[in-house]
Nanobody, 114 residues
Framework: QVQLVESGGGLVAPGGSLTLSCVASGYPFSQHGISWYRKRPGVPRELAAWVSSSGLNTDYPDSTKGRFTVAKDNAKSTATLQMNNINSEDTAVYYC???????WGRGTQVTVSS
């Protein structure tokens, strides 16, 4: 059974940093990329970052490029999303997804507030 479990969300001040984790199980982690999505209030769910199966390639939309860093540790079946210089528009529920499938985690809430 495929499972993806996000953690690391919380309350963070504008300009701060936060690292989210996604622990996967039930499938060969090294053979699939991981996508991080986020659901902001009033906005359709959107891609926040993507990392390839090997962890060597990444991609970001303009909204997170330069501030977010995605990584993948195949030995630990874990992907992380390092979020820097956070702003109010980053308030969202963040989800990880096994790329190319409909396997999603349940999400972790990130709230940006001073």
């Amino acid at each position: 059974q495929v499972q993806l479990v996000e953690s690391g969300g919380g309350l963070v001040a504008p300009g701060g940093s936060l690292t989210l984790s996604c622990v996967a199980s039930g499938y060969p982690f090294s053979q699939h990329g991981i996508s991080w999505y986020r659901k902001r209030p009033g906005v359709p769910r959107e891609l926040a970052a993507w990392v390839s199966s090997s962890g060597l390639n990444t991609d970001y939309p303009d909204s997170t490029k330069g501030r977010f860093t995605v990584a993948k540790d195949n030995a630990k079946s874990t992907a992380t999303l390092q979020m820097n210089n956070i702003n109010s528009e980053d308030t969202a529920v963040y989800y990880c997804r096994r790329s190319g499938t409909e396997d999603w985690g349940r999400g972790t809430q990130v709230t940006v507030s001073s």
